[in-house]
């Protein structure tokens, strides 16, 4: 029996088994939270309590457009009890429900907070993680996890989620994740993407959002899903913000340091952050390849120590003025540069049958700088008091990237090595990205259900200019060019419109349907080569969302949709460049984008626990390649489409209070990868049951102490070709506020044993490759934060840009 029939009938099967019916028919209780100045007020905890005792019952939290739903199978008198942060507790008259009533509490108005002068942290008043039909959220403000740690280090730890040691983040085992910032698309590399991460203290961020089957809201890029980063806001009418400094060692000291700064005075809202860090790497890299020959078999052993060191800065402004009630408009800024250097020094031992030892000595010494201005405005308008709203934002972002690199190559056999001969290789590299998008929703509440429409247009347009010079020289010989240097333009138009309804079948059952259309229109110019590729193609993409609530304790969210992802401009480049001696890298004009066609089963048992199946098959999909001569015997790797991927998954969350003073949070997750595809003249067809277990403790100490502990173990893995070992790692932190909690101190060890080693090897075809790395993980980071805040508090609207284009500009 075929894998996808097998998979078929086992959900098919599990569908069968979980969704039963309750006999006892629900109530349904309705609502929206709004401030006294008739604002919404998104994320509110709406608690339904006993009225005798005010015992819990159940709860709920708002959403974006403050609505609320609450179904409940008992009967008898109860309160609603309303809560925001910087908002008074408000409480309704006792009420009575009786089985199957649907009840609708209109709008519920909520007082600010007038003496609330502090910033206040929320330790326990919301839930840690909010499961909905499309998304999980994990609310990390006020937690020790976001005390100390960088923003790459809490994604890393959100449910099924994988950070590796290049800040390639995957989701449910399948890379090709986007990431949003307060809804807004990051727009970077991989690699920038990963250092502004690490730029970003933990403390600046309020939640996350894991989106794994993304609606037709958000782009159709992204095949395995969407990670959202809300940013905490200011909670003053006045002066709010915070100031942090530390260092990191790993073998060398990396300092950093950031200060944040809230304003609001009348209308006017601005918020201004500056981050500073720097990044260091020690790499330890061994690479073992085998050629057979007719006499026996060749062996090349490279041994790698490879520097990196990088100065990251960031800087965040925006400004919001409040027309009036109803309409606002707002800038946001964002300006980045990130630069440094990185040299390597490298041994290859080479072994002929019947031959003396030979040997290459190489020295690659590169620097690079990386710049980065982004700008957005946006307008909101609440267009009636049912919540109708219209959204648009233009956003602009520009990027420059300049490298100066040269590999310096020495050549022997036997002992003696002052018998050399050498060559140099110079590298410039020259990039510059434009790019401009514009986009308006439109929203519009459908009676007073909870029934939604949403409606939407965007276009996007870039254009980028890649020009890479290489140049030899050998022996003492000027630099001569050389012909694998390249100039790439490249110009991109994706036109996009979507439409989604979300409805209710009954109280127990509701849904969310959607259609995206894209249109793309792609052009990849090799000026130096002459050549042209060109692609267009329109494409749909659907959704669907289905949340089965079949009891109090008990809910099944469903989820189907079509995604893709197209490749990131500089993969499209031709170019060559050179690694070492024995390893070049290539860009493929004629990769195709890939689509994937995604399905989802949440279980989630009392609000806490969930056991999650899912699948996902990609066509076309982006995979390294790696290639041998064997006349020359050197590698390339270039990125190619494979014609099939398959990814099944199972995904369990166990969290447990052991204690009022120790919790924990466990994740399992077991998923089976398959790819099929051709490469050369040979059949690669392979697959690999692979695995994921991760506990974190969070214990609360006497003194006011706070630790954590996090445990990883990941289980022999499959990319494709490579296969990964088996590995693990435990990070451990600990914290204490002092002064009355306005200063907290914390340290943070990573990878405490130096257990965090990639072993990896390559079996296909001809190819026999072994490798194994260590990024020098192994660190102690020391942080100090002063928090500080005068004036009354408020609550802040939360906008979005858009979203797609600037996660593709290089790997």
Not at 27 to 48: C, H, I, M, R, Y
Not at 345 to 365: R, Y
Request: hydrophobic residues 35%; charged residues 20%.
């Amino acid at each position: 029996m075929k894998l996808s029939y097998q998979i078929f009938a086992f959900v098919f099967l599990f569908l069968l088994g979980s969704s039963h019916a309750v006999a006892k028919e629900n109530s349904q209780l309705t609502g929206q939270v709004k401030d006294s100045q008739g604002e919404v007020l998104p994320f509110a905890n709406v608690a339904l309590l006993e009225a005798s005792s005010e015992k819990l019952v159940t709860g709920a939290v708002s959403d974006e457009d403050g609505r609320f739903s609450i179904s409940t199978s008992q009967s008898g008198k109860f309160v609603l009890k309303i809560s925001s942060i910087g908002f008074e507790t408000f409480h309704t008259e006792p009420f009575e429900i009786n089985g199957g009533d649907k009840i609708d509490f209109g709008t519920i108005e909520i007082e600010e907070e007038m003496s609330a002068l502090g910033e206040v942290e929320v330790r326990a008043a919301r839930p840690e993680v909010t499961i909905e039909a499309d998304k999980t959220t994990i609310n990390i403000e006020g937690t020790v996890m976001a005390e100390g740690n960088t923003a790459l280090d809490v994604v890393g730890r959100s449910p099924g989620v994988f950070v590796d040691q290049d800040g390639n983040i995957n989701l449910n085992g399948r890379p090709g994740v986007t990431v949003m910032i307060n809804d807004r698309q990051t727009y970077m590399s991989a690699q920038d993407l990963a250092n502004f991460l690490r730029a970003m203290p933990a403390e600046n961020i309020k939640s996350i959002e894991v989106i794994n089957n993304p609606s037709s809201r958000f782009d159709a890029e992204g095949a395995a899903g969407v990670i959202n980063i809300k940013l905490k806001k200011n909670n003053l009418d006045g002066v709010f913000g915070n100031v942090q400094a530390g260092n990191q060692y790993n073998g060398m000291y990396a300092p950093f340091g950031g200060a944040t700064i809230n304003v609001k005075k009348g209308k006017w809202t601005t918020n201004t952050s500056f981050n500073y860090s720097e990044y260091n790497i020690l790499n330890e890299l061994e690479i073992n390849r085998n050629f057979p020959l007719e006499e026996g078999v060749s062996n090349f052993f490279q041994d790698t120590d490879m520097t990196m060191k990088r100065k990251n800065f960031f800087f965040n402004g925006g400004a919001d003025y409040e027309i009036n009630k109803n309409h606002s408009v707002g800038v946001n800024l964002q300006a980045s540069d990130n630069r440094g250097g990185e040299t390597s020094e490298s041994l290859t031992e080479i072994i002929n049958p019947g031959a003396p030892m030979s040997f290459i000595g190489s020295n690659n010494d590169n620097v690079s700088d990386n710049q980065r201005l982004f700008a957005n405005f946006h307008y909101v308008g609440q267009l009636d008091t049912l919540g109708t709203k219209l959204t648009s934002d233009i956003d602009y972002t520009k990027m420059n990237s300049s490298s100066d690199g040269i590999l310096y190559n020495r050549y022997w056999t036997g002992e003696d090595e002052s018998n050399f001969n050498r060559d140099r290789i110079q590298t410039l590299n020259d990039m510059e990205y434009h790019i401009f998008t514009a986009k308006v929703d439109f929203i519009k509440p459908i009676g007073e259900k909870g029934n939604m429409f949403e409606t939407g247009l965007k276009g996007s347009w870039v254009r980028s200019d890649n020009d890479l010079r290489l140049n030899r020289s050998v022996e003492e010989e000027p630099f001569m060019p050389d012909p694998n240097s390249n100039q790439f333009v490249y110009r991109e138009q994706v036109l996009a419109g979507y439409a989604s309804y979300k409805g209710g079948i009954s109280p127990k059952l509701n849904y969310q349907a959607g259609l995206r259309g894209e249109y793309s229109d792609i052009e990849g110019n090799s000026l130096t080569m002459g050549q042209i590729n060109t692609q267009r193609y329109f494409s749909l993409f659907p959704s669907l969302f289905v949340q089965h609530k079949v009891s109090d304790d008990y809910q099944i969210n469903y989820n189907v949709n079509r995604r893709i992802t197209r490749p990131n401009y500089r993969l499209l480049n031709p170019f060559v460049f050179y690694i070492d001696p024995l390893t070049t890298e290539q860009g493929n004009p004629h990769l195709r984008p890939q689509f994937s066609n995604n399905f989802e089963m949440n279980h989630v048992i009392k609000r806490a626990y969930q056991v999650s199946v899912s699948y996902s098959e990609t066509h076309d999909v982006f995979q390294q390649i790696f290639m041998q001569d064997e006349a020359s015997r050197t590698t390339t790797t270039y990125t190619a489409n494979f014609d099939k991927s398959r990814n099944f998954n199972f995904r369990g969350i166990i969290p447990i209070d052991i204690t009022s003073w120790w919790n924990t949070s466990n994740m399992v997750q077991v998923s089976h990868n398959a790819w099929t595809s051709m490469i050369g003249d040979a059949l690669l067809d392979v697959s690999q049951v692979s695995y994921m277990g991760r506990t974190q403790h969070n214990i609360m100490l006497p003194k006011g102490f706070k630790l954590e502990l996090v445990g990883m173990y990941l289980g022999p893995q499959l990319y494709g070709q490579a296969r990964l070992s088996a590995f693990g790692w435990v990070d451990a932190g600990i914290s204490k506020s002092v002064m009355k909690d306005k200063m907290s101190i914390t340290l943070n060890g990573s990878d405490i044993f130096r257990t965090q080693i990639i072993r990896a090897d390559v079996q296909f075809d001809q190819m026999d490759t072994q490798f194994q790395q260590y990024r020098s993980n192994q660190s102690v980071r020391l942080t100090l934060r002063y928090k500080f805040a005068q004036g009354e508090s408020f609550r802040v609207s939360n906008r979005s840009g858009s979203k797609e284009e600037r996660d593709r500009l290089g790997e």
